[in-house]
């Protein structure tokens, strides 16, 4: 017999031993294995003989409908220099071991893209970045002038299934406005893996990749933007220059407040922008248009006006009558 033989008339007892692996096909023209860890961290190994096997090594294939294609092609060089290493002896077994723990080893592979958007998308010279690649975890200290926060990133065994999990390290933007960040980085990863309620006539709901939206947000959305962000009423930097200036009383004029549309505004500015007229339609954001403060009542126009006339001359009522008892 020779020695493709003899290596396949042991192989399906052998396979049966690694966990998560599954022969698929044992001919001596391809052996197909499946090995699937997870819904999404699986993959077919295809192995073809060469001649004068195994002196030389496998023709190998990976086949995945979860894994990217770019990864796939560079897992394949690694398993191909892994072949060359042990050329001379039986190669399947060793190999179909050296993916599943390649596959254990590296939860990325289900989320490579992302990764890479990450690396190379968002993060800038002045950031800080340390994948983990064997514990799936990333830490990002994000940074724009003199604002930063540094957060880390945790990759679930069941990815995307399951949503990643997000926690601010350190910060020194205000306390306020990183309640808020947390609040929108929290349901924008549960929006990836629930679906929504009562719309029962939309197709069937798949979890979404949630590494890129919640990194995404935190960094494009919010470092990046909020250092540099101006009050368009007064049109000066809504954050001061020096994180240590940052304004804690919320009754103090340049309190910082972040509107419903995400916009900054100080304190001072926006409670005169809401006091002017007019006030039909709702008050709407100076940069964005999105409505920002509706109407106490529903009332025309031209009873707002008056309204707003009435209460002007009353403030010049009490004015005189404050003037006369001084």
Not at 254 to 281: A, D, M, S, T
Request: hydrophobic share 35%; glycine share 2%.
């Amino acid at each position: 017999m020779s020695s493709v033989g003899e290596e396949l008339s042991t192989l399906k007892d052998k396979i049966s031993k690694i966990p998560n692996a599954d022969v698929i096909s044992c001919h001596p023209s391809l052996v197909q294995i499946k090995i699937r860890q997870t819904d999404h961290r699986q993959v077919n190994v295809c192995c073809q003989f060469p001649e004068s096997y195994p002196s030389r090594p496998l023709l190998v294939e990976l086949k995945s409908k979860t894994i990217a294609d770019r990864m796939l092609e560079g897992m394949v060089k690694v398993f191909d220099q892994e072949l060359l290493r042990i050329s001379g002896q039986p190669q399947i077994v060793h190999l179909v071991r050296f993916v599943s723990e390649f596959l254990t080893n590296n939860p990325f592979v289900v989320c490579s893209e992302e990764l890479n958007h990450v690396k190379h998308k968002l993060a800038s010279e002045a950031d800080t970045l340390k994948v983990k690649r064997k514990t799936g975890v990333i830490l990002y200290k994000a940074t724009q002038n003199s604002y930063f926060i540094d957060f880390r990133v945790a990759l679930p065994d069941d990815y995307p299934n399951q949503h990643v999990r997000l926690d601010i390290k350190e910060t020194n933007f205000p306390p306020e406005l990183m309640t808020v960040i947390t609040g929108h980085v929290m349901e924008r990863l549960r929006r990836c893996v629930e679906p929504p309620l009562n719309k029962p006539t939309d197709p069937a709901f798949e979890p979404r990749p949630s590494l890129r939206v919640a990194v995404d947000y935190v960094v494009t959305e919010c470092v990046r933007k909020y250092p540099l962000e101006k009050c368009s009423i007064c049109e000066l930097t809504a954050l001061p220059h020096d994180p240590q200036s940052v304004v804690k009383d919320e009754n103090h004029p340049q309190y910082v407040y972040r509107i419903y549309c995400g916009h900054l505004y100080h304190r001072k500015c926006i409670e005169e922008y809401l006091k002017k007229p007019p006030f039909n339609g709702g008050k709407k954001c100076v940069i964005c248009g999105e409505r920002v403060a509706h109407d106490k009542w529903n009332i025309s126009p031209r009873l707002a006006e008056q309204r707003w006339a009435q209460h002007q001359a009353r403030l010049r009522e009490i004015d005189e009558v404050v003037d006369f008892l001084s």
